[in-house]
């Protein structure tokens, strides 16, 4: 404790060393022509001659706004509300003196009316580059219509997708992807099957966040991704539907309905979501097993998996205002999915000089039909119109799943004659529960600066019920040596405090967060147990110098840790092909992680980023022979080093009025170094190149065409390396029922080459594949908006936001 003091006491002085600042203020009122009140408009600050945004902000539920510790300068404001025209002020200047500008009334017009004086476009961009993320309005980018929330982050700067279905940003993995500023409480697996069924068209926005601030969950090495969800909030009964339609491979269908009513006493919304898509995946694999350097024996297989996912997707939430400076939130969702996946594998059996021995049909039928729901309460007050206020916020979830896997392994000899059959039944029981709490407390501080300050607590409780059955004689005798039976449980306290001040030139946020956190477990088959309890900083810094007004410089710095899934963490054996098995590893440790960057800026338009990041512990799932010489298993390891580089140069500019580029081109590097099983992993890695690029054109107010093109080079995840691939898509957008509708046409990977190669060395085991990928679909997507009336905004985070990101599929 005494080291989180000094630390503490240091960032203080820091913020208050008598380094001179300005305390310029800009503030006004939002209201409509009847001299209402907007709430939740949205105020963007511009300081010239920047093109991009400065400060954001949201009006309260009286229509007021203030920015303020604002340095000397001239700036632009624009006010922008969906179903209103935008509007921009003008010629407001903060002087060497400190300086209080009140704008007064600004008065919004509905969209419906055409405005008696010039009134310029305020259409938010497609990225926003702010001090600590990056965000990524997603309505920016028609080529986004029609698409699934999965296939989205394959499209954003920086973000790349495994074959296997892990999320990295700029090649590093551990990136935590949370919904609403709330953790998913699911595995990679299960976090990719409900993105698959989330239609983009339900996300207002994505924050990409390399380096989170201390007010976030330090887990997630790779950085957090925030899908944040529309949330229509106008007066009376307003809502939106959205009917798509695609056809590739196979056809999918994807349907979400919005609806919001509000009084001035309360606010009710609802978001519906239904999802049925359908994908096929084929992966050619070549597996040498080796005795040294002489090839021992060699596996052929051609597997090709079907999935079909079907999801029901329902949240719910009621604002109270009980007065102007206090919100009581009741929220509640339920997700109802269904998944179904079919594995056939085909394999031929060589011995060292490649002649066929024999042979395996292998076929698996996988049906689950996960349950889950969560529950929460929050209140919001605010102390003074200076800005005190405090949080506080309860919430519970539960997860349930019991999927069922059914194999039949088929054996023949060389000349193909049937051998034997074996026939497996894997039952699964599962379930999550999960709680969390926390408050937050934010205080202006002399000067203009800010303090931001919490504590969190969560607690998870996990039981796996795994039973493995060899089908004999039509009936299910279960193998006790196969099977596991554990229960888990977790608890992380954490607090956390956060600065944020401006000088004349130099803009400075830092914070530091304290988690502990106590895991217990226990294997009731063998008695075994897990007892681990460890307590960990996590410092960050950032800094943003303005050296002109066309350059700018910004520095971050932080710790983070990535750990372990908690199906990572049990030891139950699972077949995933004929020879391919995964285990869970009890002895994982987190991965703990260093990050810094810099950025250098230009007219706000043109950015590079240099970043660096060391990693002890590094988690990584390995591919290990087994003692037979024939089987595999793929087991989450912690590699015991790994530093990795990236270079990011990005471009973001509308260069005509009826074009604008958003381009991304990112080079990076993972290296590292460490053993399993006596297998060396040091390894210095290669270059790899990732390019995003999205091209709008508007052809007219009511018609407007993109262009989006991916590239990646190959690339390399400690003896993994996977292959080069592109992806190149279309998308036209027109305007329909007097603007309230569109109808959006979006070609997805015309050319068809998302596919890719992989390969793998390990310790006396080379893997050789090539995965196809059957992405190419046309996409038909009809909106429709309907109602009226002025916008409101409701707040509201979980208590156990980072623990559903690690929950076991």
């Not at 809502?239 to 919001?260: A, I, P």
């Not at 969560?458 to 089908?471: F, H, I, L, R, W």
């Amino acid at each position: 404790m005494k080291l989180l003091f000094r630390l503490l006491l240091l960032l203080l002085i820091l913020f208050y060393a008598g380094v001179s600042f300005g305390q310029g203020t800009i503030k006004g009122r939002v209201t409509d022509s009847k001299k209402l009140s907007l709430p939740s408009v949205t105020i963007r600050l511009k300081k010239l001659p920047d093109t991009l945004v400065f400060k954001t902000v949201a009006t309260d539920t009286s229509g007021k706004f203030i920015f303020d510790v604002l340095p000397t300068g001239k700036y632009t404001l624009e006010a922008d509300l969906v179903g209103y025209l935008p509007l921009i002020k003008t010629g407001l200047v903060i002087g060497q003196n400190d300086s209080v500008i009140d704008i007064g009334p600004v008065i919004l017009t509905p969209s419906s009316k055409m405005l008696s004086e010039v009134a310029i476009n305020a259409r938010a961009p497609l990225i926003e580059k702010l001090i600590d993320k990056t965000v990524v309005n997603v309505d920016q980018n028609i080529a986004n219509t029609g698409t699934n929330a999965f296939e989205l982050l394959k499209k954003l700067p920086g973000v790349q997708v495994t074959p296997d279905g892990q999320v990295t940003l700029n090649g590093k993995s551990g990136v935590n992807i949370i919904i609403d500023g709330k953790t998913t409480f699911l595995s990679a697996d299960d976090l990719a099957n409900l993105l698959t069924n989330m239609p983009s068209s339900d996300i207002q926005k994505v924050e990409i966040m390399t380096n989170p601030s201390a007010k976030y969950d330090a887990e997630g090495t790779g950085g957090i991704i925030n899908i944040v969800k529309k949330k229509n909030g106008k007066s009376g009964l307003n809502g939106s539907l959205t009917e798509s339609f695609g056809q590739g491979y196979f056809s999918r269908y994807n349907s979400s309905l919005v609806l919001n009513y509000k009084t001035d006493k309360y606010n009710l919304y609802l978001n519906n979501s239904y999802g049925y898509n359908k994908g096929i995946y084929v992966n050619d694999v070549t597996s040498d097993i080796m005795n040294g350097s002489a090839l021992s024996t060699e596996q052929v297989s051609t597997n090709t998996s079907t999935t079909l996912n079907k999801a029901f997707n329902s949240s719910a939430g009621l604002d109270l205002y009980f007065s102007k400076k206090m919100v009581l939130t009741l929220t509640g969702s339920v997700s109802d999915r269904s998944y179904n996946n079919t594995l056939t594998a085909l394999m031929t059996i060589a011995d060292s000089n490649r002649n066929k021995t024999s042979s395996e049909k292998f076929s698996a039928i996988n049906a689950d039909k996960p349950l889950n729901y969560t529950t929460g309460v929050g209140l919001l007050r605010k102390l003074d119109t200076a800005g005190r206020q405090w949080s506080a916020d309860v919430d519970y979830s539960d997860y349930h799943y019991r999927p069922g896997q059914y194999n039949t392994t088929i054996n023949y000899d060389a000349s193909g004659n049937f051998l034997s059959q074996d026939n497996v039944f894997i039952d699964e029981r599962r379930a999550l529960h999960i709680f969390g709490a926390r408050a937050d407390y934010e205080q202006p501080l002399p000067g203009g600066g800010k303090m931001e300050a919490g504590v969190k607590s969560s607690y998870v409780k996990t039981s796996n019920n795994s039973n493995y059955y060899n089908q004999l004689g039509g009936k299910n005798v279960i193998d006790s040596a196969l099977s596991d039976y554990n229960i888990n449980s977790e608890n992380i306290n954490a607090a956390y405090v956060n600065f944020n001040r401006q000088y004349q030139h130099l803009t400075v946020q830092a914070g530091l967060r304290a988690e502990q956190s106590v895991m217990k477990g226990q294997q009731l088959f063998s008695n075994a147990s897990v007892d681990q309890n460890y307590f960990e900083l996590f410092p960050t810094v950032f800094l943003n110098f303005k050296l002109s007004d066309q350059n700018t410089l910004n520095f971050q710095f932080g710790r983070r840790v990535d750990r372990p899934d908690y199906h990572e963490l049990v030891p139950f054996r699972r077949p995933l092909s004929p020879t391919i098995y995964f285990e869970g590893n009890p002895n994982l440790k987190p991965d703990l992680n260093w990050h810094t960057e810099l950025t250098w800026s230009w007219q706000h338009t043109f950015f590079i980023t240099a970043a660096y990041d060391i990693d002890r512990n590094y988690l990584r799932t390995l591919y290990y022979l087994d003692s037979n010489k024939t089987t595999i298993t793929r087991m989450p390891t912690n590699v015991q080093g790994a530093h990795s580089w990236n270079i990011d140069i990005s471009y973001n500019k509308e260069l005509v009025k009826w074009f604008t580029t958003n381009t991304t081109a990112t080079v990076y590097q993972n290296l590292f170094n460490g053993s399993a099983d006596g297998f060396s992993l040091n390894d210095p890695g290669f270059a790899t190149i990732d390019l995003v690029t999205n091209n709008s054109f508007r052809c007219s107010d009511k018609l407007s065409m993109e262009a989006d093109f991916e590239y990646e080079s190959k690339r390399q995840f400690v003896g993994s390396i996977f292959g080069a691939y592109s992806v190149l898509s279309f998308a036209i957008k027109q305007k329909i029922f007097n603007d309230q509708g569109s109808i959006t046409i979006n070609a997805n990977n015309v050319l068809n080459t998302e596919s890719r190669g992989a390969t793998d060395h390990y310790l006396n085991l080379n893997q050789y594949g090539y995965s196809y990928f059957y992405s190419r679909a046309v996409i038909v997507t009809l909106n429709y908006r309907f109602g009226s009336g002025k916008l409101t905004k409701t707040q509201s985070k979980s208590g156990s936001a980072e623990e559903q990101q690690r929950a076991g599929s």
